[in-house]
């Protein structure tokens, strides 16, 4: 063929060349178009609306060995780093839980962040090099939540303790993780304001937001999710979210505050939060009413909420709990006998007086035995310390009366208020067929049961037992595994017969969403691990 003839087939091959090359370009896009459509990748596109424990892989942690070296990074940041074995033993446990870590899960450091910007820092750097995480904040908690089931660090945020505003005028304030509630009302006092949440002394904001924590004065304030407005908080990757602005009332967007409020630091590490606080009130007054049977003291927590009385507080002891003050001191001349602890708060004396006056009728038509209220604010201080030093005077009567090493495992559920009494009188009869005693100790008000069992050392995995049918009788009744201590991993199992399986699910999908290496309080709340074989 001659050089021309290439020449004018040249063209024509190069085109077919080209168009063969983009026709199999196209086809090969739209085919993997079609791939992506029919088959896409898990990870980018999920079948599932949850995500079951089966489909995971286990999680892959750093190596122990190489935490050291990743740690250091953090500390050249400043940022303080500690492992001294006294500052290890104080973030494992307290005296009053039976879930503490083995050997093999005892953490390795403790860091303490002074801001926003450093637990961004440290989570940043921990995440890159998958390091669990167990944050920590007043260290009361009893169901497990600081309970290191990795061998990893913690993160306590408890030296970020300032009240940054007081906004008097709109009922708010700022605050850092580690204020503890009780230093902040002795801050708004002056403000003639209080934070109505009151739990554990040493309880500290982050940790009541982790818990939703409540404790006595629920019944007329709520629990924490009643009471805060927003939170600022650290994602595993170290991103910081603010979760809305102050407005008591706002439709923007997702409630990311409450998904915070009850993930015990699974989700992110609560910095900072806007909190609702209330006018102290006026006038109070503490009511002391005593009757024959339990029966008749919830009948009445019953009757005095439908009656529209709104009390600060209204706590349930049992009679074997007044043995206990009795014995230590803290009551005077009062029956072993069921009583509830009831106090009053209004604008003016006016209207205590009347509420005290429906009280009295109401406690009357149940059979109350004896009806005391204080005169004046010394009265009142004096009748509801009783109910302040319930627990130390339980542990007092314990180590003197049953064995010096008696230990007290301490439960909570929550029922409807109308299933108060036949949910005690069950829990009584699985006690009394035990060989174990219990004391019942309630926030009547809004149905939380805290059940304190005596047992001593070797004897825990009965009294786990007992737990577990207690629980049982609190989910039949319309209940909650645990009212206002939490989760942790002491009670997981409970939170799926609860909740059911596609629920926790449900979470897990959340949890993986935002924390993908699973650094984060590790194993609490729902398992995260295939290959975690508690029963817990």
Request: hydrophobic share 35%; net charge negative; with cysteine.
């Amino acid at each position: 063929m001659s050089w021309r003839n290439i020449l004018k087939s040249t063209p024509v091959r190069l085109s077919l060349s080209v168009g063969a090359i983009a026709s199999t370009a196209f086809i090969g896009y739209k085919c993997g178009q079609t791939s992506v459509i029919n088959n896409p990748p898990q990870n980018l596109f999920p079948h599932s609306s949850t995500t079951k424990l089966s489909s995971l892989s286990p999680p892959n942690y750093c190596p122990e060995s190489e935490i050291p070296r990743v740690v250091s990074l953090i500390e050249q940041l400043g940022i303080k780093v500690v492992n001294t074995k006294p500052e290890i033993d104080h973030h494992t446990g307290n005296d009053f839980t039976t879930h503490k870590p083995l050997p093999h899960e005892i953490p390795q450091f403790i860091i303490y962040p002074e801001s926003t910007e450093q637990v961004s820092q440290t989570l940043k750097i921990l995440n890159e090099h998958k390091v669990p995480v167990v944050p920590f904040s007043g260290g009361t908690s009893l169901e497990g939540h600081f309970h290191s089931t990795r061998r990893g660090v913690v993160v306590d945020t408890s030296r970020m303790n300032k009240v940054l505003q007081i906004n008097d005028n709109d009922l708010d304030v700022v605050v850092q993780a580690g204020v503890n509630w009780q230093a902040l009302n002795e801050v708004l006092k002056p403000y003639g304001l209080m934070f109505g949440t009151d739990c554990a002394p040493n309880g500290l904001i982050s940790g009541m937001i982790g818990t939703n924590a409540s404790g006595i004065n629920a019944s007329r304030y709520g629990a924490m999710s009643a009471n805060v407005i927003s939170i600022t908080a650290v994602l595993a990757d170290g991103t910081i979210v603010k979760t809305k602005k102050r407005p008591r009332k706002s439709s923007a967007g997702y409630n990311l505050t409450n998904l915070f409020i009850g993930s015990e630091g699974t989700l992110g590490i609560v910095t900072e939060a806007t909190c609702k606080v209330h006018p102290i009130p006026k006038v109070s007054t503490v009511v002391v009413v005593q009757f024959p049977l339990i029966l008749d003291a919830t009948n009445s927590v019953a009757q005095v909420f439908r009656s529209g009385l709104q009390p600060t507080a209204i706590e349930l002891l049992d009679k074997d709990m007044m043995e206990c003050l009795n014995y230590s001191g803290y009551t005077d001349g009062l029956d072993e006998s069921p009583t509830l602890f009831i106090n009053i708060g209004a604008v003016n004396r006016t209207v205590v007086d009347e509420n005290v006056k429906i009280l009295k009728s109401i406690v009357q038509t149940n059979k109350a035995s004896s009806f005391v209220f204080a005169k004046n604010d010394q009265e009142a201080e004096e009748l509801f310390s009783a109910r302040k030093n319930a627990f130390y005077a339980m542990i007092n009567w314990g180590k003197n009366e049953l064995d010096p090493d008696i230990m007290i495992h301490v439960t909570d559920i929550a029922v409807p208020i109308s299933k108060l009494t036949q949910t005690i009188d069950s829990i009584n009869k699985i006690v009394q067929d035990s060989p174990f005693r219990s004391i019942v100790l309630s926030h009547a008000g809004d149905g939380n049961l805290h059940y304190d069992i005596f047992f001593k050392p070797g004897e825990v995995e009965n009294v786990k037992k007992i737990v577990e049918e207690m629980v049982e009788v609190g989910l039949n009744n319309d209940g909650t595994c645990t009212g206002e201590h939490g989760v942790g991993n002491a009670k997981r199992r409970f939170l799926t017969m609860e909740l059911g399986d596609d629920t926790i699910d449900l979470m897990r999908k959340i949890k993986l969403a935002i924390d993908p290496n699973r650094i984060l309080n590790p194993d609490k709340i729902f398992k995260i691990d295939p290959e975690d074989t508690s029963d817990l």
